[in-house]
């Protein structure tokens, strides 16, 4: 269930999505809450509201953790966004311009 995952990045599991790992390429951020099963929003291009796995500063380029939340991005990562605000630590809910097709590498 994705019923407290708005804002989590999300990978493709098939015919399904599944919350995204650390450091991979996603298919983009959910932009709802849904039960398993629902069908979900995902925004995979533009404007967005993400979590992030931890503080981060405005302009970041951003990457996944475990989690499917938005870190800071080093080099070598896939970077998926780029923070449009500051976020203040885990969990936060922050703006995000999301890469289309999953991004690139920093």
Not at 22 to 36: E, Q, T
Not at 70 to 78: D, K, P, S
Request: aromatic content about 4%.
């Amino acid at each position: 269930s994705f019923a407290a995952k708005e804002g989590y990045a999300v990978v493709g599991s098939g015919a399904n999505v599944a919350i995204a790992g650390a450091n991979v390429r996603v298919l983009g951020i959910l932009a709802d809450n849904v039960a398993s099963g629902a069908t979900a929003t995902i925004q995979v291009a533009g404007m967005a509201r993400a979590v992030a796995g931890a503080a981060v500063a405005r302009w970041a380029l951003l990457a996944t953790n475990a989690s499917g939340q938005l870190i800071t991005a080093t080099t070598g990562q896939n970077v998926v966004a780029q923070a449009l605000e500051a976020a203040s630590g885990a969990g936060a809910v922050f703006a995000v311009e999301v890469f289309p097709g999953g991004g690139g590498l920093a």
